[in-house]
């Protein structure tokens, strides 16, 4: 019996194989005009995909705080057509985020300045345009902690580039390993002020590693970034393109939103950390895309996230997409 059972998941494995990577023509007969009977437009295919570099060398130029961030997406689906398609799971994102979040001083640290930590998350979320309303809707595993390496990486960058490495006694005192489950939803909708400017205001919930409610407005300027696809990133709030338009030019960015945090795991409060009482964030970019390349590059105010934070910072983020 299991024999069979293997033999049936080996068979359709294979059959998904030869789908997906479009090699029909060495598929067996049958599944090839089982195939041919199916619209291209109906078959799922990657549509597009974004890497992006979240720094604050970008910004301000301190390893503190919301320091470093390296995420993207990819997302598979039927055709595009300039905007999300009406049903939940139609169209999938694939979205993965690494982030380093460490105190001011890397080396001896404030005793009232916020721990150390490194986190890594994998999730899956959907996209959805429906009566006007965009809405995205997913879950993330963020694994935290020395379990991810994060750390022993963050030591081997300074290393090679000559910086002030993080401490052992620091790094001792980090946010010890864990899992979180975390849910996120944003429910926007996009209003065009003129032929090249758009409004999209937009709310936010998530709930797992920090539990917030966010409320805000992202202002795109210009043809590049028009008709495509661009996804938050959770740190600094730009949006970074991932299904792309092809529109050329300049697009300008700015946006801002303000968030109330109930709990946060990189601030627990058993630590004796007390939240800000809300958490602002402004922004600005410039999109370009050309014939074979498109630069994203951006800043952002992070404001305070707890109480003992003397200041916020500015972060950048940088994103470079290529087509051959």
Do not use: C
Not at 6 to 32: C, D, H, N, Y
Not at 82 to 95: H, K, M, Q, S, V
Not at 226 to 238: A, F, K, M, W, Y
Not at 275 to 303: E, I, K, M, P, T
Request: charged content about 20%.
């Amino acid at each position: 019996m299991l024999r069979k059972v293997a033999a049936v998941i080996a068979a359709m494995s294979s059959m998904a194989t030869w789908v997906q990577a479009g090699t029909l023509e060495e598929a067996p007969v049958g599944v090839v005009a089982v195939a041919e009977q199916q619209p291209a437009q109906m078959r799922r295919h990657g549509l597009g995909a974004g890497v992006f570099w979240g720094n604050d060398f970008l910004g301000d130029h301190d390893d503190r705080w919301r320091t470093g961030s390296i995420g993207g997406s990819y997302v598979r689906g039927y055709d595009w057509t300039g905007t999300a398609p009406a049903a939940l799971g139609d169209l999938i994102e694939y979205r993965f985020l690494t982030q380093v979040i460490a105190p001011d001083d890397l080396v001896t640290p404030n005793a009232s300045d916020r721990p150390y930590a490194g986190a890594i998350s994998l999730g899956v979320h959907s996209h959805m345009n429906r009566g006007g309303l965009e809405v995205a809707l997913g879950g993330d595993l963020v694994f935290i902690g020395p379990q991810t390496g994060v750390d022993n990486f963050h030591k081997t960058l300074h290393d090679l580039f000559g910086s002030v490495e993080p401490s052992a006694a620091m790094l001792a005192n980090q946010i010890g390993n864990t899992v979180r489950p975390t849910a996120v939803a944003e429910v926007a909708r996009s209003y065009d002020l003129s032929e090249r400017t758009t409004l999209r205001p937009f709310v936010e919930a998530r709930a797992g590693d920090e539990t917030l409610l966010r409320v805000g407005a992202d202002l795109m300027i210009g043809p590049a970034g028009r008709g495509e696809l661009l996804v938050r990133d959770p740190v600094s709030g730009h949006r970074y393109r991932v299904i792309s338009a092809g529109q050329r030019g300049f697009s300008f960015t700015f946006g801002g939103d303000i968030a109330y945090v109930a709990d946060s795991v990189y601030l627990p409060s058993s630590r004796g950390y007390a939240l800000s009482n809300h958490r602002d964030r402004l922004r600005a970019g410039v999109h370009w895309q050309g014939q074979r390349a498109g630069v994203f590059l951006g800043v952002a105010y992070l404001g305070e996230e707890f109480e003992a934070q003397p200041e916020g910072q500015t972060v950048g983020l940088l994103q470079v997409k290529l087509t051959f």
